[in-house]
């Protein structure tokens, strides 16, 4: 669970605080320990005393077993009996047992491995939280995700290569800037993918989480028009975020009344549900329109009418493992201030069941946070 890189140096302890997940299955397979032994970065990896780290779907997915292919139901907080342990994972592998989950890391460098960059310690960082093979990063099937295949940022220190740590002059807070990584570079890959320009139309379904929210303000910043699904008590907060409409999710016909409000069919279905509204999702585009999705929190299994398809020239993208660039370029955005963070709660880490259970409930708008400090 650690790395095995020289000892760290003086002032860093040798064990630290950490949730630790033993299992597929519910919240009762986390542990929350304080004996877990400090990671050692490898020659490559710096260390990380992790500030605070964001809670996102992938962190319930994978603890519940949601990505195996067995799985045909929405997303859960209990854990699936049909999950297969051999196909787990967002990449279809088995998850190795105990793993500290938690992608969202922010924090400040303190200890660096022999060819790592030495400059970053005592820099302020966020980290990508793509862990790419270092001698093919351009091959995404190489590459493993931050709580998933690597150790993460439920815990008081995290290694990771050096150059996934990106260091950061901002004056937004560690639990500002733990709500940016995995949401927000996920929304900016699905906007790059369907190359979303100025003047442009974006239907955006789960508007109302990390992912939607982040989609809004990068869909603005490009000077698109966005127009947001979310449920019905949510729609005040997210027209404060600049959407040009709201439609509430529970309208009878919610993907038509987007249209109604957007003038016409769209350019870009953004959608992070699938489920039962898939097919209405491609009917809202215009023909040669493109619809990318990088989630499916209301069920994976969806109807496809192939005419729908090739007849209208549509385009799919699905958005999983991005190029390092997409989280440099938010790295920027973050840093010039062109976008902000939407924090709805910040959690001890000795309360991460109740932060998950609240996560899991999507009565927030934006990011629930732990903070470590």
């Not at 050692?40 to 519940?64: F, H, S, Y």
């Not at 529970?250 to 898939?278: I, K, Q, R, T, Y």
Request: net charge negative; proline share 6%; glycine share 12%.
């Amino acid at each position: 669970m650690t790395g095995q890189g020289a000892p760290n140096g003086p002032g860093i302890p040798s064990a630290m605080r950490a949730a630790v997940l033993v299992g597929n299955g519910g919240p009762e397979m986390i542990e929350v320990r304080s004996d877990v032994p400090v990671p050692q970065p490898d020659a490559d990896e710096v260390l990380i005393e992790v500030a605070a780290c964001g809670i996102n779907n992938t962190d319930i997915n994978t603890r519940v077993g949601w990505y195996s292919r067995s799985v045909t139901g929405a997303t859960a907080g209990r854990g699936f009996e049909e999950a297969r342990s051999d196909d787990s994972t967002w990449g279809g592998g088995s998850l190795v047992f105990p793993r500290i989950q938690g992608a969202d890391v922010s924090g400040r460098v303190v200890a660096a491995g022999a060819s790592a960059d030495q400059g970053l310690i005592g820099r302020r960082v966020v980290v990508d939280p793509w862990i790419r093979d270092s001698h093919h990063p351009e091959r995404r099937e190489l590459a493993g995700y931050l709580g998933s295949e690597h150790d993460g940022g439920f815990a008081e220190y995290c290694a990771v290569p050096t150059g996934n740590a990106h260091p950061i002059e901002t004056p937004l807070s560690d639990v500002e800037l733990a709500s940016f990584a995995c949401s927000w570079s996920t929304a900016e890959h699905m906007l790059q993918r369907v190359r979303l320009e100025p003047g442009q139309s974006v239907a955006v379904t789960g508007a109302s989480g990390g992912v939607g929210t982040a989609l809004i303000q990068l869909a603005k910043r490009r000077g698109a028009q966005v127009v947001a699904i979310a449920g019905r008590a949510k729609l005040d907060g997210l027209a404060d975020l600049g959407t040009d409409a709201v439609v509430a999710r529970d309208d009878p016909a919610p993907l038509e009344a987007a249209v109604a409000a957007n003038g016409g069919p769209f350019d870009v279905v953004a959608d992070v549900v699938g489920g039962d509204h898939f097919a209405a999702c491609l009917d809202a585009l215009r023909r040669g329109g493109r619809y990318a999705t990088s989630g499916a929190i209301a069920g994976p299994l969806v109807q496809l009418d192939l005419r729908t398809l090739y007849l209208n020239d549509l385009e799919f993208y699905g958005a999983t493992v991005f190029v390092p660039q997409v989280f440099a370029d938010l790295v920027g955005y973050i840093e010039r201030g062109e976008v902000r963070p939407v924090v709805a709660g910040v959690y001890p880490l000795e309360d991460i069941h109740t932060a998950q259970a609240d996560f899991e409930r999507k009565d927030h708008i934006g990011s629930l946070v732990i903070s470590l400090r």
